[in-house]
């Protein structure tokens, strides 16, 4: 059984987690859409043992500032393993609780968190590089997509920021990021701005801004 607490429950075949306790702003906020694996735990495919759990350190240090500076900061995954049969949603959960906790101790927390359990052979709006996840946020929390940035490691997580009318989009170098380097760099338009050469000091510069434009 899932927790039902924490409201996180499964919607729309989707699983849906909101963390933030100022979900009732009016206004508008930016967020840092943030993929899981790959970028903020070291990839390992279809993870679901919570005993390899390894956080990638630069990337929780940005989201500890963005928490600080008041951006949401909501992590967006795909989970194929759900659809292929390899875990079911409790192991889903018993994974997030490690990386949750894990994150919380160094002070990193998630307002948001969107699952897709889909299998690629027969994705829904949800499933990246589909925006959906993005979408299904927005409306949860209050976001202004225009003002938010998506990092990830692969093409799809940056399609899926585009897609959604982000900003930027940047792709890290752990995970597959550098495979897809060549691949992301063609999503580049005069709407979408791709930061291939990630460096985390930069990243934190734009959240630094981004918070500043809304006082
Ligand atoms: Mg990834």
């Known amino acids: 059984m899932i927790n039902q607490n924490n409201h996180r429950h499964v919607h729309n075949g989707i699983w849906q987690e909101v963390r933030d306790t100022n979900i009732y702003s009016k206004r508008d906020s930016p967020a840092l859409f943030i993929d899981r694996d790959g970028t903020i735990i070291q990839l390992i495919d279809y993870l679901n043992d919570p005993k390899l759990v390894y956080l990638i350190p630069e990337i929780i240090s940005i989201i500890s500032i963005a928490n600080k500076k ?50 690629p052979d027969k994705p829904t709006k949800f499933r990246k590089p589909n925006p959906g996840m993005l979408f299904a946020a927005q409306i949860d929390l209050k976001i202004d997509l225009s003002k938010s940035f998506i990092i990830g490691d692969t093409i799809s997580d940056l399609e899926a920021g585009k897609r959604a009318g982000l900003k930027q989009g940047w792709l890290v170098p752990t995970g597959h990021g550098m495979r897809d380097r060549q691949n992301v760099s063609n999503l580049a338009d ?25 006082s």
């Open 70 to 119: 008041g951006i949401k900061v909501i992590m967006i995954t795909n989970q194929s393993g759900i659809s292929r049969g390899y875990f079911d949603w409790d192991k889903f959960a018993s994974v997030q609780n490690v990386i949750i906790n894990k994150c919380k101790k160094i002070g990193a927390t998630f307002d948001g968190i969107y699952a897709c359990p889909d299998h």
């Open 190 to 214: 005069s709407s979408f701005n791709v930061h291939l050469d990630t460096n985390y000091k930069d990243i934190e510069v734009v959240v630094t801004k981004l918070s500043q434009e809304r």
